[in-house]
Every structure is written in C-alpha cells, then in structure tokens.
C-alpha cells in the first residue's frame, strides 16, 4: 500500500497517526507547501503577540516524520492529481504513484475585493509566513477587519505588543457566526476595556496610501494606520479537488462519504477543506475548527488501512476566553433560525439564564440540544457538549442544565437512559470518569 498525504497540518498529521497506529510498514508521502512543518495554526495569535516563539508554536516534535517513516516533502505544492492514473504531480514536474490519497488541503483566507487591499502592510493571518508578516509590520495604528474568532484574537495579540487598534465588523455585532447579540455585547465590552476600538455595523471600502497602506475608509469614517490584518473568513482550499473532477458540495467544500471518501475512489479528504455532517444542524456543514480537523483525519487514516471507520459527524465549537481573559464559548448552533432553514417541522425552544456576570443560553430542537452559549463560566459545557453529540432528549432535564451548580452526578439518570446511543467504550469512559 503506498499512501499520499497533501496537507501538513491538523487533519494530515492526525491521519498519519491513525494509518501508523494499524500500518506501521506501508511508505506515506506528505507533501506541505508551508515551509515550517508541524506548527498549530491556532497559536500563531500568540506568535504575533510576541508571547510564544516559533518553536513553543509546534504541536509534534520535529522528528515526528521520521519517527513515524514519513517522507515528508515539505515547502513543496502539489499542482495536480490524475484520479484515473492514481498518481500527484508536484508544481517541481515530479510525480509520485499513490493507493489511497488524503486531501487535507484546508482552507485558504478570503481577501475581500475592497480597492486598495493589494497595498503593502495589508496582510491576512492564515499561514506560518503570513504570522510572520504580521509579526514584521512596523508601526503603532493597527486596523483588523472582520470580528469573527481570528479577527478578535488578531486585534487582541496587536494590542498587547503596544499597538493602537480598532476592530471593524460589516454585521451588527462581534463573532456573529459564534455568539448571539446578548453573548456578543459582553464580548464587545471586555474588548473594548482592552482599549481596542469596536466599530460594528461599519463596512471598510477603501484602503489608501501611497503603495503603503496609510488609511482605511469605511462607510462613515477614515481611519489612519500603518498596518491592516483581513480576517474575513476562510474558505475549502479545493483547487486540486476540482481539477481532478472530485464532487464539491453546495458549500464549496469537498463532499464526502461517512467513511471520509471523496466522489474519487480510493482520495479522501478531512479537516476544512471538506463538508461532514453536522450533528447540531443534522445536514452537512463546515465546521472549520482544529478538533474537528483532528477527528476527520483520524476517521480518514483508519478508512485508508482498511479499517472501516463510520466518521460520526461534526460539531462546530468556539472558545475565546483565554485571549479576552474571561471565559467565553459556544456550541454547535447559535440562532436557530441557522437549522430551521432545513428542517421546517421542528419546535424550537431557547433557554437563557443571566445573572451579572454570567450568560447562558441553551437552544433546543424537539426536545435535543442543538446550540449553547456560555459567558463568565463556562465549567460545565463538557456535558452539554456530550448530550448534544449524542442527541438525547434533555426535556425534563432543563433547569438542571441551567443550574449554576451544575454535575455529572445530575445528569447520570438521563445519561443511563439514553445508553443506547453511546458505544460500549464511550459509556464506560462516561461513567469511569465523568465530565
Ligand atoms: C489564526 C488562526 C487561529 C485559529 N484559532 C483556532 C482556535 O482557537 N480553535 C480552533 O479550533 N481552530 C482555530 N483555527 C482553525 C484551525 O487552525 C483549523 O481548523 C485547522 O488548522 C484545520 O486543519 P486542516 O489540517 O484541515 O487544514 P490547514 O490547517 O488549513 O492546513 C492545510 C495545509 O495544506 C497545505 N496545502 C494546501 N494545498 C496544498 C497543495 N496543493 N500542496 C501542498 N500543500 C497544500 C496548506 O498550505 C496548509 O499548510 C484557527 C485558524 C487560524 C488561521
């Protein structure tokens, strides 16, 4: 068995794992356009904030491809896949033979079409090189465009290197995609008690200056800067997908099987690049996140051996509070109104408790957790993120979940009931070790 791994990130490396913990022989090939291998995405705000350095960014060790009998072809792109021949070709002319093949090409960042966004100084934060572009930028007024996760860690990470920052958002609120207007308002505050400027409901058109960006002009003001970060949003870096005829979903991200195949026999795809079944929604999303990245890639690897792995869908979960310092996080969906487009025959029900400090609020779906928020405490979504998963039926269960005192002892009579819906080794793991 000869494997191909495109992608050196999450899902890829969490698919090697899974193909060595089965296939310890078989030769992989991983080829990587990055040129720094082995570094967690999810930390480069702390790089740009000068609070870790390169290395602390890893999430193996640098001899993991050798320990695990990987050529890794790193800082090289592959141009092109023949689904027929069964073989990549790299952007060098090289061409290497395959028998299964994972795409776990990501996502690429949006640059909007705003004129001016070409200028020197404007940069997105996706990849390695451009943290260290953001990092290099010089100058004291910064402007992030785009308050969804990345936008508001970008401006956080810019203002404790001292810089001057304003947060510009086309919606009407921060993280519209991850809180709700209530959640979001609190979020807007403690930023804002950081010293950053929020301005939502405010749409960035222009970008000036001479070559260098000098301003940016939005719908009702100018705002001077030396530096701009896009944050607008990532989407499925699909390229070699589409070029090798392999089904795109009405999302944009690849299509999969539950065994993570692709339209392509024998090419799978994990992590952001692809579309899976979201648990929360019950149709296919993308739920570009780092677990879910790990999980797809682990599914992925064990169907490429053999080992026939049904992936058991995604659900989209977002945490800020260890950038604003004040736990924050959400699950699954957020506005109802985001799964009802699917499904028209459903009860909806939203449940909120708020108290000074805290914001909570528990959406339901004929009776089934679909959605959480959870502002100033946030110690207890581990088991509304289990009951979610798992779809059980929470009904007379509700001011318990809502309780501040909230315990796996509580929910142990609901989660007996409903054993029927977890595997013999997730319930044992449950109920040896609680939540
Ligand atoms: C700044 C930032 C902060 C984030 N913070 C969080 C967080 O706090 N929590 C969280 O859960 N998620 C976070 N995310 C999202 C998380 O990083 C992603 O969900 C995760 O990295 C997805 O992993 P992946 O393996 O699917 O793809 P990616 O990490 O996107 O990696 C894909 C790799 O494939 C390479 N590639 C693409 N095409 C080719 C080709 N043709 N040839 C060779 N190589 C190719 C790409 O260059 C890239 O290196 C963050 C993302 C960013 C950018």
Known sequence: ?????????????????????????SPIDLFSDEKTPLFSRVLLPYYVAEE????????RSLDFFEENNVTAHIGVRVGEISADAKTVRTETGETFQYDRLLLATGGKAIVPN?????????S???????????????GRNAVVIGAGSIGVE??????????KVTLIEQLGQVMPTVFDGEAAAIIKEVVEEMGIEVLTGERATRFNGNGRVQSVVTSSREIE?????????VRPDTALARGAGIEIGSLGGIQIDKQMMTSAADIYAAGDVC??????????????????????????????TGRRTEYGGSVRMNSIGNFIGFPAMSIGVTHPQECSYVETDCHFQEIKSRSKNTYKKIILKNGCIVGAIFVGQTQKSGIISVLLRKQVDVTDFI??????????????PLLRRNADKFTEPEFKELMDTGL
């Not at 705003?114 to 404007?122: F, H, L, Y």
């Not at 934060?125 to 572009?133: C, F, G, I, Y």
């Not at 970008?154 to 810089?163: A, E, F, P």
């Not at 001011?399 to 142990?412: A, T």
């Open 114 to 122: 705003i004129p001016g966004v070409d200028k020197e100084g404007i």
């Open 225 to 233: 800067c030396d530096m701009v970060v896009l944050a607008v949003g």
């Open 1 to 25: 068995m000869r494997y191909i791994i495109i992608g050196g990130s999450a899902a890829a490396i969490s698919a090697v794992e899974a193909i060595r913990s089965i296939d310890t022989r």
């Open 52 to 59: 870790l350095t390169k290395p602390l960014l890893n999430f």
């Open 275 to 304: 579309e899976t079944f979201d648990v929360a929604r019950n149709t296919h999303f993308i739920n570009a996140i780092w677990p879910m990245a790990i999980e797809q890639g682990q599914a992925a690897g064990l169907n490429m």
């Open 124 to 138: 997105t934060l996706k990849t390695m090189a451009d943290a260290e572009r953001v990092y290099h930028l010089k």
């Open 399 to 412: 001011p318990v979940l809502l309780s501040r005192n909230l315990n796996f002892m509580d929910i142990l």
């Open 154 to 163: 970008s401006c956080i990470s810019l203002k404790r290197r001292g810089m």
